[in-house]
């Protein structure tokens, strides 16, 4: 029936419009107030077998628009109620209000809550926040414990519990610091989160200095405990423990089996916020999360082998990677970073891409590769491989690398990978620019490292730099950079048996098998989780 007032009209409309827009805003009053009424009585008598006859009990102290209604309308509400309740029992949240999966729900909250007020984390006058609460049972439970000042939050509202979020999803719609607690629950709802990040920024937003956050997770290794908590800048982990699940909730996707949960509770520092950055002092002590997964790792290879290409190559197969151990999922970003990454087919496309396992996540690609000759076919994959066309060295300077063109050094290894023998190593003197010796850029790796991902990324490496990882690893450690990755895959030069020659070491590397197994087991003594690769 609406149409467009021309123009002139649109003056003359207002006037007559008033009382019909006070009659709509009466009536739309009218049928909420009837709404909230009937769910009420339903609630009331289905649930919990009692009469509602106690006038105000029967409502939820609501929010201030109720005021509205002024007396008249809720006595006549009142009246009303009993007849429509049929009318509206329909309604799918009033089905979902009396179901029994959701007092069911509430009970488990009820039984969390009560279990932090003990704690003395949670107390009746705590202003709280649910979120990511779709249905907002947690906050039903929060009011049942007496704790009035609760809401809930969530992608799309459900009055009267729970309130929308804004920005497309993304902005909790309160001031900073608003509330002394905050819960995020759900059954480990958390776990498919993808960008969990974003909503650990808002939370630490909203959250008060010195408030108490708890959050639900199923999380059940160290690692991702650890990655998780890291998430959260604004806060200091307090303690975590496990408790059962609750099973059967309405939008669990497991329902049936048991779950375990972790709950963790966090506080929100006075001062500030945490910064994580690698180099800092706690990356000297190697924490426990780190050793555990070294632990695990596959045993290093302690004896010199003799037939290298097979036995190196062949361990590949033994290798525990990261992501088969623990859950990966509370990082920010994922990263692999190819140091001498020669041709995309070398390992990023016939091995990081096809076997590495990603546990789903989409990894940013760094590859890191002087030699011009491996260049071109970068500029075909530039999407999702970042070309940095530079040696990894220790400080920024142009050095002198020889270009290895002899082409009867282990040619069996090499040779299948693109233009193999053209392999660069450093010269020490400046001398000698001739054919054979190349200048090119290098730069600080561990300062670009330090600059381009967080403590909070996912961060895996390959590292095949013809004998400069005797350089590159110890400056790692020196300027605390070491602590930003969490998987290394080297491969470690040294004067190896040849395959050509029986009974003769490569003349290439001066480095023994020892030191290369000293610079494995210093890796994984400071808690790096590192792996020969061939
Ligand atoms: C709220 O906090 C955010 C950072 O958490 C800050 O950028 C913003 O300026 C703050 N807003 C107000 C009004 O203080
Ligand atoms: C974590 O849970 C998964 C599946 O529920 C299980 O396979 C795995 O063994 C658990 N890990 C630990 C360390 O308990
Ligand atoms: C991986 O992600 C895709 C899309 O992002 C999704 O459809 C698929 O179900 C996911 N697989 C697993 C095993 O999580
Ligand atoms: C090295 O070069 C990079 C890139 O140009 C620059 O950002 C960085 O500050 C330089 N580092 C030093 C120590 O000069």
Redesign the pocket.
């Known amino acids: 029936m609406k149409k467009v007032p021309h123009s002139g009209e649109a003056v003359l409309m207002e006037l007559p419009a008033k009382p019909s827009f006070v009659r709509n805003f009466l009536v739309k009053i009218l049928v909420f107030c009837v709404f909230i009424f009937c769910f009420r009585f339903a609630y009331v008598v289905t649930i919990r077998g009692e009469s509602c006859d106690v006038g105000d009990f029967c409502f939820f102290s609501m929010p201030e628009s109720f005021n509205f209604a002024g007396t008249t309308t809720i006595a006549a509400v009142s009246s009303a109620a009993v007849v429509s309740t049929e009318a509206v029992s329909d309604d799918r949240k009033n089905i979902l209000y009396t179901s029994k999966n959701w007092r069911k729900s509430v009970q488990y909250y009820s039984s969390v809550f009560q279990d932090l007020i003990a704690e003395g984390f949670l107390s009746p006058e705590s202003k709280s926040l649910c979120v990511d609460t779709p249905l907002g049972q947690e906050v039903l439970a929060l009011k049942e414990l007496g704790i009035s000042d609760a809401v809930g939050v969530a992608k799309t509202a459900a009055k009267p519990l729970v309130v929308a979020m804004k920005n497309s999803g993304r902005r909790q719609p309160f001031e900073n610091n608003t509330f002394d607690f905050v819960f995020y629950g759900g059954g480990g709802r958390i776990d498919s989160l993808s960008k969990f990040e974003e909503i650990a920024v808002e939370i630490g937003r909203t959250l008060k200095p010195e408030g108490y956050l708890v959050i639900h997770s199923?999380t059940?290794?160290t690692y991702s405990l650890h990655s998780l908590i890291a998430l959260f800048n604004c806060c200091t982990f307090i303690k975590s423990r496990e408790i059962q699940g609750y099973i059967g909730d309405d939008n669990n996707v497991d329902d049936g089996s048991s779950v375990?949960i972790r709950e963790v509770v966090m506080k929100k520092e006075e001062f500030g916020s945490i910064v994580y950055s690698g180099g800092s002092k706690e990356c000297s002590v190697v924490p426990g999360y780190k050793q555990e997964i070294v632990r695990k790792a596959e045993v290093l290879i302690q004896v010199e082998p003799l037939k290298p290409w097979i036995t190196l190559k062949k361990n590949i197969q033994n290798v525990k990677y990261l992501p088969s151990m623990v859950?990966i999922s509370f990082k920010s970003r994922y990263i692999y970073v190819d140091v001498g990454a020669r041709s995309y087919g070398s390992s990023i496309g016939s091995w990081f891409k096809k076997q590495y396992p990603k546990q789903n996540k989409t990894f940013e690609v760094y590859a890191i590769e002087a030699d011009k000759s491996f260049h071109k076919e970068y500029e075909a994959k530039k999407k999702w491989v970042n070309l940095l066309p530079y040696a990894a060295w220790v400080k920024n300077e142009s050095l002198f690398f020889e270009v290895n063109h002899d082409p009867g050094d282990d040619p069996e290894e090499k040779g299948s990978k693109g233009r193999g023998m053209g392999r660069i190593k450093p010269v020490q003197s400046h001398d000698g620019v001739s054919s054979g010796v190349d200048e090119i850029v290098g730069f600080d790796f561990a300062e670009w490292l330090k600059a381009t991902v967080t403590e909070r990324d996912f961060v895996v490496m390959k590292m095949d730099v013809e004998g400069t990882e005797f350089d590159l690893i110890p400056r790692l450690f020196e300027t605390g950079a070491i602590c930003l990755i969490d998987e290394i895959f080297l491969e470690c030069h040294y004067n190896r048996w040849q395959r050509c020659c029986p009974g003769e070491r490569s003349a290439k590397y001066e480095k023994t098998y020892d030191q290369c197994l000293d610079l494995f087991t210093s890796l994984r003594e400071r808690g790096v989780l590192v792996h020969q690769w061939w």
Do not use: E, G, H, S
Request: aromatic fraction near 0%; avoid cysteine.
């Open positions: 199923r059940n290794d375990m859950d």
